[in-house]
């Protein structure tokens, strides 16, 4: 199970120790965030994102639609792919 993702790196646990560790890291009141919550928010809000590894300064592609939540989802995922 994914536990954190931030710019390049994720962390994973293993499926077997994943119920021991839920509950201290997880709000199960809250619908559990998607792949693409996960990546948003370790990319807006890191103040690293626009210079790690030069990516945002050598692209030629906005990142903003894909904070944008009144964007098409198909029109976020072109987006990153042509980012990637």
Known sequence: ?????????????LQGLWP????????????????YDHW??????????????GLEWCSAESLAM????SASSDDQRQRLWDFV
Not at 20 to 34: C, I, K
Not at 46 to 53: C, E, I, N, R
């Open 1 to 13: 199970s994914l536990l954190h993702l931030e710019h390049s790196f994720a962390v994973f646990v």
């Open 20 to 35: 021991s560790l839920a509950p201290l890291v997880r709000d199960d009141r809250a619908p559990p965030p998607s792949l």
């Open 40 to 53: 948003l928010r370790g990319w807006f809000c890191s103040p690293v994102a626009p210079t790690l590894f």
């Open 66 to 69: 894909l904070h944008n939540r």
